[in-house]
């Protein structure tokens, strides 16, 4: 047996016993219904960590995850719905069944191409007789930005897409447009429909970019706190409140700020 199994055999054991007879009563009083919003968390966690670059940081979220996935995979054991083996079993057949160019004879390009083979394969998997939305993969529960994109994505995918960056810039300028409209007539409830479309267009100006929109906004979010704990320390060191501070001096600060990260950097 090899440490990794080992370990992950005693990871099982726990969750086991904490769900036992003799077990923890919260534990034990979970549901999959229950666990799913604790397993999301993680899932953020996770990602933060990624994004941190910090390998411990990351080994800890991993571990946390993996936790609940085992976790919620006991539960449907003790119900006789489904094992970890019949879970692992299922997922490595479909990797295998959607990389026939790693485990068969398919000659693929490029990545690309993957996708498109990938996105065929599971078409297929849906069965015959079906007609599946090429948006039935893109869970309902995502995140606004997230959800975007994936939609965007995959209507993309069937060729439903603007030509070049330079359409969707267009398109954004048509939006805004549209938004300034509404807010000039303070019509709030046509403003916040336009500005649905400028968010969503704004999503799709990101893809065409090559960027992520979660991954750039949790970015700018992350420096835009970090600038403006920065300048709260600045401000309380000269014994003061920052709401008391002049909006000048406050640009001046955060001006400050920003060029001492430049210069880290």
Not at 53 to 82: C, K, N, P, W, Y
Not at 169 to 198: C, I, P
């Amino acid at each position: 047996m090899s440490p990794a199994t080992a370990a992950m055999d005693e990871l099982i054991r726990i969750i086991e016993q904490l769900r036992g007879p003799n077990g923890c009563p919260w534990d034990r009083e979970q549901s999959s219904r229950s666990m799913v919003r604790f397993l999301i968390e993680e899932a953020y966690e996770l990602a933060d960590a990624i994004a941190s670059d910090h390998a411990e940081h990351i080994r800890e979220e991993l571990g946390d995850v993996l936790f609940h996935i085992l976790f919620i995979t006991q539960m449907h054991s003790e119900e006789g719905q489904f094992d970890l083996e019949q879970v692992c079993r299922e997922i490595s057949a479909k990797m295998k069944r959607r990389h026939p160019h790693v485990f068969g004879s398919v000659r693929v390009a490029d990545s690309a191409e993957v996708v498109r083979n990938w996105q065929e394969i599971k078409r297929g998997e849906k069965g015959a007789g079906q007609r599946p939305s090429a948006l039935d993969a893109v869970p309902a529960g995502l995140p606004g930005l997230m959800r975007a994109y994936a939609v965007s994505e995959r209507a993309a995918r069937v060729r439903f897409d603007w030509e070049d960056l330079s359409g969707v810039l267009a398109k954004l300028q048509e939006e805004l447009t549209e938004f300034n409209a509404a807010v000039g007539r303070n019509d709030t409830d046509q403003a916040a429909l336009e500005f649905g479309d400028v968010l969503f267009t704004m999503v799709n100006v990101a893809r065409f970019g090559g960027v992520h929109p979660e991954t750039a906004l949790g970015a700018a979010v992350q420096k835009f706190e970090r600038r403006f704990r920065r300048m709260e320390a600045v401000v309380a060191d000269s014994g003061r409140d920052l709401a008391s501070v002049p909006q000048t001096e406050k640009d001046r600060i955060w001006e400050a700020v920003k060029s001492e990260e430049r210069q880290k950097h």
